[in-house]
C-alpha cells in the first residue's frame, strides 16, 4: 500500500501550526494561530459559531490556502506536498462532499482508490466500514436518498478508509443517531489508542470533555488557550481545588459570554 | 512530483462512468425507452454529421486542387459546421451542470484527495472523454472515416484523425473548464444571479442577431454583391469573422485546408494554434482549480445581510406590518433570480431596441407607443409573479399564518410590494424613454401614469386570487412536475383585458372629443372601486383557503 510505505517518524508532532492566518476581504478569520498537536492525541476544538473552527480545519486539510503561517502535518508542509500529506490524513467536512449519484459501496470503492488501495482492499474494507456503520443494509441506496446522518456516517467511514494517520473531523456527531454516536466514540478512541491522531470540532461541550485529552478553544480567530485538557482546565481556574472545574465554565470564562440573561425584560 | 497511481486514475474512470450510467437511469419504461431513442437518434445524427464532412473534405480537396470559388464555399460551410458542433460541446455540459449539479464530476469534490493540483486537473480532465458530449464526437469521427472512405478520399483524411483528436482534446479541455467555471459561479449567489442575468442578455442578444446581420447588410453599398461572395465571410471583415478565423473550428478548418493544399506552414500554424488553445484551457483550468481553494466567500455575505438592513428600513413610514411585509416581498423579490430577471428584461429590450435603431435615421418613436408596449411587456413578464403571489413564500408563510396577521393587512402588504416593483420597472423605462428619445410631454406622462394605474389595480386582486385559486409553486421550465396551465392562461385572460384599458380610454376619448385623460381618470375611479370589491373577495377566499395554500406551497417536489 502506497501510503503506508512513506510514513513519518512516530516522534514528530501529528500537527504543527505556525503564525497560521487567513482573512475574507476585511474580516480577519482566523490571526497569528499557533499550535502544537502530538501524535495519538485527541484534540477538540472549540469555539462559538464563526470563531474560526471550520477556516482553520479546512487549511490543516489543504481545502483553504492560508494567507500567513505554516502548517505541518507529521513533519511535512501541507501546502507545499499536498498530495504525499493528504495520504495521511482523513477529513469529515462541514459541508459533506458525496457524489450522491453513487450508492454507499460505490462512493467508498471509489474513496479506496483514490487513496490508492486496490479494488479488492477498497472493496473488503468498505463492507467492514459499512457494517461498522450500520449502513449494510443501504449499501445498494444511492447517497442521494440517504438522511443526513447516514450521510455522515457514509463521509466517516470514507475518512477511514485508507487507515490515516490524522483524522479531522467537524462537527461528526451532529445528526447521528445515539447508537451509531457510541459506536463512532468507540472507534475514535481505539484509533487514538494505536496513535492515530483524531481532531475535532464540536459545538457539544459534553462530548470534547467525554472522548478528548487535548483542547484548543479559539474566538473571533484567536487561539485563546490550547494543551492537554486537565491541564488546560486547571490552568484557567486555579482558584477551584484540581481537577474540579468544569469545561463549560471554563468555555464561557474564556469565550467572554454574558450567562445571567436567564429572563427577557420584555418577558414578564 | 507526485505520479498519479493506477488505482486512482482506475477509481475517477470508474466514477465517471457511474455519473455517466445515473444519468441515462430513469425509473420508467417509458422514460428509458425515451433516452434510448435519444441516444440512438442523437448517435446516428452525430454519425451523419461526421458523414457529411468527411465527404465535404473529400469534394474540397478535389476542388482545392483548381482553388475555384467553389472549394471557398466548401471551406465555409465546414468552418460552420465545425463552429457548430464546437458550440455544441461547448453548451452542452453547462446546461447539464446546471440541471443536475450531483451528475458530473465537480472538482470540488476531489480537492480532499491526495493529488497534486496539476495531477488532479489532468485525470479530471482525461475523464472528460468520458462525457456524454464527448461520446457523440466518436461516431461523428466514425462518419467522417467511413464517408471519406465511401468517396476514396480515406487517404486523404488518414493523417487529418490526429487533428480530430486534438480538435477534441481542445473541447474537453475547455467543456471542463467551463463547467468548473459555471460551478464556482453557481457556489456564490450573487455571482450566480449576476450570470444568470448575462445569460439572459447572451439570448436576447442573440434573438437580436439576425436583425443586427441584416442592418449591417443593408448599409453596405454592395450588400448583394457580398452575399452572393463566399468570401465575405472569410474575408476577416469583423469581429465575428476574426473569432471564427482564430477559434478552434477556424483553426481546424486553416489546418485542414493546408494539409489539402500541401501547405506545411499553414498546417503547421493551424496546429500551433490549437495546441496553444490546448495549453491555455489547461493552464485556466489549473488557475481555477487553484483559485477555488484560496478564495472562499463566507463571511462576505454576513456584512451584506446588516446592510440590507439598514436599507431596509426606509419603508418604516408604512408602519407595522404593512412595512415588514413590503420589506419581506421586495427582498424576496429582488434576490430572487426571477424577480432580477423581470425587472431587467424590459429596460434592457429598450437599450438594444434603441440600439438596434441607432443607425437608421428614423423619427423618435412616440412615447404613448413605446412606453404603453414597454408596460404590457412588464407585466407580461412578471406575470407569473402576480398569479403566484405566495409560490416564493414557502415554509415561510408560516410566520404569516402563526402571527396575529390580519389578512387583509397581509395581501395589501403584498399587493404594495407588487405595485413598488412593478412600479419601478416602468419608471425605469420611462426615463430611458427620455434619455434615448426625447423629453415625454406632461399630458402624455400622466396618461402613461393612469394607464399603469388601471392596469395594476386590475391585475393585483385578479392575480391574488388565481394564485389562492392555485397556489402551487410555479415551475416554468416544467421539468419537476408537470404543470397545471390553467393560472397561467387565466393570467393572460386578464392581462389582456386590462391592457384593452388604456386603448379603450383613447378610442373613447376620440369618440366623445374628450381628453384621453379625463376619460383614463374616469376608468380609473371605477379600477378602484373594483380593486376594493375584489380585495374583499381575495381576503374571502385566503381566509377559506390559507391551509390549502399552505399544504400545496410546501409539499415536498417529486423528483
Redesign the interface.
Known amino acids: 500500500m502506497s501510503n503506508m510505505l512513506s510514513l513519518p517518524p512516530s516522534e514528530l508532532p501529528a500537527i504543527e501550526i505556525r503564525n497560521l492566518g487567513r482573512h475574507f476581504g476585511d474580516f480577519q478569520a482566523v490571526k497569528d494561530l499557533n499550535l502544537t498537536v502530538p501524535q495519538g492525541a485527541f484534540f477538540g476544538f472549540l469555539g462559538p459559531n464563526g470563531a474560526g473552527k471550520s477556516t482553520t480545519l479546512k487549511m490543516l486539510t489543504g481545502l483553504l490556502q492560508p494567507h500567513q503561517g505554516q502548517i505541518k502535518l507529521l513533519g511535512e508542509d501541507i501546502w507545499a506536498k499536498p498530495g504525499r500529506v493528504k495520504q495521511w490524513i482523513g477529513v469529515v467536512p462541514e459541508k459533506l462532499s458525496l457524489f450522491e449519484r453513487l450508492t454507499a459501496s460505490e462512493y467508498l470503492e471509489f474513496v479506496g482508490g483514490m487513496y490508492g488501495l486496490d479494488q479488492k482492499t477498497a472493496q473488503a474494507r468498505s463492507q467492514e466500514l459499512l457494517e461498522l456503520m450500520q449502513l449494510e443494509q443501504k449499501q445498494e441506496t444511492l447517497l442521494a436518498d440517504f438522511s443526513h446522518g447516514m450521510k455522515k456516517k457514509t463521509a466517516l467511514a470514507a475518512a477511514l478508509i485508507h487507515s490515516p494517520r490524522i483524522l479531522f473531523l467537524d462537527e461528526p456527531f451532529e445528526g447521528v443517531d445515539p447508537v451509531s454516536a457510541k459506536i463512532l466514540r468507540d472507534l475514535l478512541l481505539s484509533l487514538t489508542s494505536r496513535q492515530v491522531t483524531v481532531f475535532l470540532t464540536s459545538h457539544i461541550l459534553e462530548i470534547v470533555e467525554k472522548l478528548c485529552n487535548f483542547l484548543g478553544i479559539i474566538h473571533q480567530g484567536e487561539l485563546l488557550t490550547s494543551g492537554p485538557l486537565q491541564e488546560v482546565l486547571d490552568r484557567m481556574n486555579q482558584d477551584k481545588p484540581l481537577g474540579t472545574a468544569s469545561l463549560e465554565e471554563t468555555f464561557i470564562q474564556l469565550v467572554g459570554q454574558k450567562t445571567e440573561a436567564t429572563s427577557l425584560s420584555w418577558m414578564q | 512530483m507526485?505520479a498519479i497511481?493506477r488505482?486512482?486514475f482506475?477509481?475517477?474512470f470508474?466514477?465517471q462512468f457511474?455519473?455517466l450510467q445515473?444519468?441515462w437511469k430513469n425509473p420508467s419504461t417509458l422514460q428509458k425507452a425515451g433516452v434510448i431513442i435519444t441516444l440512438i437518434i442523437s448517435t446516428l445524427m452525430a454519425g451523419s454529421l461526421g458523414w457529411v464532412m468527411g465527404y465535404l473534405v473529400v469534394i474540397l480537396s478535389q476542388f482545392s486542387q483548381v482553388g475555384s470559388l467553389q472549394a471557398l464555399m466548401v471551406q465555409t460551410l465546414l468552418l460552420f459546421m465545425l463552429s457548430l458542433f464546437s458550440l455544441i460541446w461547448l453548451l452542452s455540459p453547462l446546461l447539464f451542470a446546471l440541471q443536475n449539479e450531483?451528475?458530473h464530476l465537480?472538482l470540488?469534490?476531489?480537492?480532499?484527495?491526495?493529488?497534486?493540483?496539476k495531477?488532479l486537473y489532468v485525470l479530471h480532465t482525461l475523464t472528460g472523454f468520458l462525457e456524454p458530449w464527448s461520446l457523440f464526437f466518436y461516431p461523428m469521427v466514425l462518419g467522417l472515416i467511413v464517408g471519406g472512405f465511401l468517396l476514396e478520399g480515406f487517404s486523404v483524411l488518414a493523417p487529418l484523425l490526429i487533428l480530430g483528436l486534438l480538435f477534441g482534446s481542445v473541447h474537453v479541455v475547455w467543456s471542463r473548464l467551463l463547467v468548473n467555471l459555471l460551478s464556482s459561479v453557481l457556489a456564490n449567489r450573487r455571482l450566480r444571479e449576476t450570470a444568470t442575468l448575462v445569460l439572459l442578455a447572451g439570448i436576447i442578444l442573440l434573438a437580436f442577431f439576425p436583425a443586427v446581420i441584416s442592418s449591417a447588410f443593408e448599409n453596405h453599398p454592395d450588400w448583394q454583391n457580398n452575399l452572393r461572395e463566399p468570401g465575405y465571410f472569410l474575408g476577416f471583415m469583423g469581429p465575428l469573422n476574426y473569432w471564427l478565423a482564430l477559434s478552434p473550428p477556424g483553426m481546424a478548418t486553416l489546418a485542414l485546408t493546408g494539409g489539402l493544399e500541401h501547405n506545411l506552414l499553414k498546417t503547421g500554424t493551424a496546429l500551433s494554434g490549437l495546441f496553444l488553445w490546448l495549453l491555455l484551457g489547461n493552464q485556466l483550468g489549473t488557475s481555477l482549480l487553484?483559485q477555488m481553494?484560496?478564495s472562499?466567500?463566507?463571511?462576505?455575505d454576513q456584512?451584506q445581510v446588516s446592510f440590507a438592513w439598514k436599507k431596509s428600513h426606509l419603508l418604516g413610514f408604512l408602519g407595522y406590518p404593512l412595512a415588514l411585509i413590503v420589506r419581506k416581498e421586495l427582498r424576496s423579490l429582488s434576490r430572487s433570480v426571477i424577480g432580477k430577471l423581470c425587472f431587467f428584461l424590459t429596460p434592457f429590450l429598450l437599450i438594444l431596441m434603441r440600439l438596434l435603431l441607432i443607425s437608421t435615421s428614423q423619427a423618435p418613436l412616440p412615447a404613448t407607443t413605446v412606453c404603453l408596449s414597454a408596460m404590457a411587456y412588464i407585466f407580461m413578464t412578471s406575470l407569473f409573479l402576480f398569479c403566484n403571489l405566495f409560490g416564493l413564500d414557502g415554509e415561510g408563510f408560516k410566520l404569516y399564518l402563526s402571527g396575529p396577521m390580519p389578512v387583509r393587512r397581509l395581501l395589501k402588504g403584498k399587493h404594495l410590494a407588487m405595485a413598488c416593483f412593478t412600479g419601478s420597472g416602468f419608471l425605469g423605462v420611462l426615463y430611458l424613454y427620455t434619455v434615448f428619445y426625447e423629453p415625454i410631454p406632461l399630458e402624455t406622462l400622466l396618461f402613461l401614469a393612469l394607464a399603469f394605474s388601471c392596469v395594476i389595480l386590475g391585475a393585483l386582486p385578479l392575480g391574488t386570487i388565481i394564485s389562492i385559486r392555485f397556489p402551487m409553486p410555479l415551475d416554468l421550465n416544467q421539468t419537476r412536475y408537470r404543470q397545471n396551465a390553467t393560472p397561467v392562461l387565466l393570467a393572460f385572460q386578464m392581462l389582456s383585458i386590462l391592457l384593452a384599458l388604456p386603448a379603450l380610454a383613447q378610442g373613447l376619448g376620440k369618440w366623445t372629443h374628450q381628453p384621453r385623460n379625463l376619460v383614463m381618470f374616469a376608468i380609473l375611479g371605477i379600477m378602484i372601486f373594483c380593486y376594493f370589491q375584489l380585495l374583499r373577495l381575495s381576503e374571502e377566499l385566503f381566509t377559506e383557503h390559507k391551509l390549502e395554500i399552505l399544504e400545496k406551497i410546501t409539499q415536498p417536489v417529486m423528483s
Not at chain 2, 108 to 117: M, N
Not at chain 2, 296 to 300: C, I, K, L, N
Request: proline content about 6%.
Open positions: 507526485d497511481t488505482p486512482q482506475k477509481a475517477l470508474q466514477l457511474k455519473l445515473r444519468a450531483n451528475l465537480d470540488h469534490k476531489l480537492l480532499v484527495y491526495p493529488l497534486s493540483f495531477n487553484k481553494v484560496t472562499e466567500s463566507g463571511s462576505r456584512a
